[in-house]
């Protein structure tokens, strides 16, 4: 038993390592040797993995940003230190809600639908008839997944951010009657850029990981439907894992050992 | 034992699954030119070994040499190479979902040629047309019936007129008349272009009519192989029975052991095979 879990555990990371390595091959290395990948393609998962999900990103980067705003005017209120609410709302999201908050919806929209679509296709026998017309499923379906989201997930925590800073405005201005020029001065004069760029940083990392787990997790499904729903729910739990657990090293790293 | 005809060779191919042998020491050639059908039961292993012809399965032991390579032992890009020089229907069809039609059937065209959209779209609608459908172009896989998902995998398998075609029952689910549209694509191309072809097939009709040579598989071995005329006069009982489709034989159903032997005892066959191969146990 115990044999037989390390055997499969030693094949999943063989074959993750594997995905990695071919992905960059084709696309570090294949656009040199004149086999550029489409562009078409691209623009069609960076639509599904984006732009259907800035609607749910909007509204839980809002919630947030109302969120963040109240719990800091509720603590900071007894010291008399109101003013810095700006200040905690924007440093929060930038380094870390921003980007662990949207790769959480992500990995819950995108990367399941991922890990089902390669999946279904693995067990009706599409990628192996890929394979069977000389097209190499990870320059085909895994190239334009996996660029759509480096893109894309960093664009939509930019966007979220942006949304989450407006949330924290509206319970500043509204319940707390702070003036708008005020609160705008004050968020841009508590952040420096690297705040920005770490939590950039992060959400590539986070782009990263989530399209390969997921990948990963469709192409190896064995067992028809009942496969499917596995590696599907399987690739959600991994990525969020992996996630949560690299926001803390990257967070120790940026933040602490610096 | 090659010459320089020989297209597929394939040499004491065994394959198991878990300790289930379900190809047992195959080994057959075939030559530029052929049209080879391959028969037998159902689940006896024709799409198993389809698929060790192409390199998708790696055998047990034994080897298979295509275009005089060794497909086993090749690497991806070897094997990518070959595959461009062959066509493969699939038993499903296994057309991408996600995709049409007509950008089924043209996407090893777009993937592996130069062509300009223009000259793809009338390479596109000729195939269709060779297949028989034309005005389904835009519906995708899921919203055609299983028959016309046969011929659109048909039509992306010789979308690159390859010079091997292995079509996995291209005619079952097909009415009587597009059976034979499609039976007489498979011979004008083997005529015209001499397209060699492995073909499984238990549609008996349809065999006969293409078939230059054929084999039977049973038990995981080859029980008989002949020319159509060779087959069709076959002394063996268990050819004979399949060739016209006997509910009774020597061919065991999925009867238990018990009834088995009741089931031999009652209909003895004789043994006449001579010039066959005849692998099965005798009560
Ligand atoms: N991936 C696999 N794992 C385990 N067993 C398999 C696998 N693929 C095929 N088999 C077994 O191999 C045997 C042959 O299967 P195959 O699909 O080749 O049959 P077939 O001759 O094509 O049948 P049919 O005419 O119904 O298509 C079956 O008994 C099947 O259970
Ligand atoms: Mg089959």
């Known amino acids: 038993m115990g044999v037989l879990a390390f055997c499969a555990l030693k094949r999943q990371v063989k074959n993750y390592l594997q ?26 998962q960076m639509v599904f993995v984006g732009v259907r999900a800035a609607p749910m990103v909007a509204l839980t980067a809002f919630s947030v940003g109302v ?20 200040d905690l709302v924007m440093l929060t999201l930038l380094r870390e809600m921003g980007p662990v908050l949207i790769a959480v919806i992500v990995i819950g929209r995108s990367g399941s639908a991922v890990a089902a679509e390669l999946g279904t296709m693995k067990v009706s026998e599409e990628i192996e008839a890929l394979e069977v ?18 893109v894309m997930l960093p664009a939509l925590t930019i966007f979220g951010n942006y949304i989450g800073i407006v949330g924290g405005w509206a319970v500043c201005r509204f319940a707390l009657n702070f003036n708008t020029a005020g609160y705008i001065m004050r968020a841009l004069e508590s952040a420096d850029t690297w705040d920005l760029y770490s939590g950039m940083i992060k959400s590539a990392v986070f782009a990263w990981i989530i399209i390969t787990i997921s990948c990963n997790a469709g192409l190896n499904v064995e067992g028809g439907a009942e496969g499917v729903g596995q590696a599907t729910t399987a690739s959600v739990v991994q990525a969020l894992l992996a996630m949560l657990v690299m926001n803390a090293v990257l967070t120790g790293i940026f933040f602490f050992a610096g | 034992m090659s010459t320089d005809s020989t297209i597929i060779e394939v040499n004491n191919l065994v394959r198991r699954f878990g300790d289930r042998a379900v190809l047992d020491d195959i080994s057959f050639n ?22 060790h012809m192409i390199g998708s399965m790696k055998p047990t032991s034994g080897s298979v040499r295509i275009f005089g390579e060794e497909i086993t032992a090749m690497k991806e ?31 090893p065209l777009v993937q592996h040629t130069k062509k300009s959209p223009d000259e793809i779209e009338q390479i596109v609608k000729r195939k269709l047309e060779m297949v028989g459908l034309t005005g389904f172009e835009d519906l995708k896989p899921d919203e055609i019936s299983g028959g016309m998902k046969k011929r659109v995998g048909l039509a ?3 979308a690159l007129d ?9 005619t079952s689910g097909l009415d009587p008349i597009m059976t034979a549209v499609v039976d007489q694509l498979t011979l004008k191309l083997a005529q015209g272009t001499h397209m060699t072809a492995v073909v499984v097939s238990h549609d008996m009709t349809s065999a006969f009519r293409i078939a230059t040579r054929m084999i039977m598989l049973g038990h995981g071995s080859i029980v008989a192989q002949g020319t159509p005329d060779e087959i069709r006069n076959s002394s063996n009982p268990e050819v004979q029975q399949f060739i016209h489709g006997e509910p009774d034989g020597p061919i065991p159903l999925n009867l238990s052991q018990e009834e088995h032997k009741d089931h031999q005892h009652v209909r003895p066959r004789p043994f006449l095979g001579a010039r066959f191969r005849f692998h099965h146990k005798r009560p």
């Open chain 1, 19 to 44: 995905l990695n390595l071919s992905l960059l091959y084709w696309i570090l290395i294949a656009p040199f040797t004149g086999q550029f990948f489409k562009i078409a393609p691209i623009f069609r």
């Open chain 1, 67 to 86: 969120t963040l705003a109240m719990q800091a005017a509720h603590s900071l209120e007894s010291l008399g230190a109101q003013m810095y609410i700006p």
């Open chain 1, 133 to 150: 017309m000389a097209i190499n499923p990870v320059q085909y379906l895994v190239v334009p997944r996996f660029l759509a989201m480096m």
């Open chain 2, 30 to 51: 075939v030559h530029r030119g052929e049209t080879l059908v391959i028969m037998g039961g159902s689940g006896c292993g024709k799409s198993t070994l389809l698929r």
């Open chain 2, 77 to 107: 890009r070897q094997v990518e190479r070959v595959r461009l020089r062959l066509g493969m229907l699939f038993q499903s069809g296994a057309l991408l979902a996600s995709l049409t039609v007509d950008e089924n059937v043209a996407l």
């Open chain 2, 156 to 158: 992306r398998a010789l």
């Open chain 2, 162 to 170: 390859p010079e091997l075609l292995f079509s996995d029952e291209p």
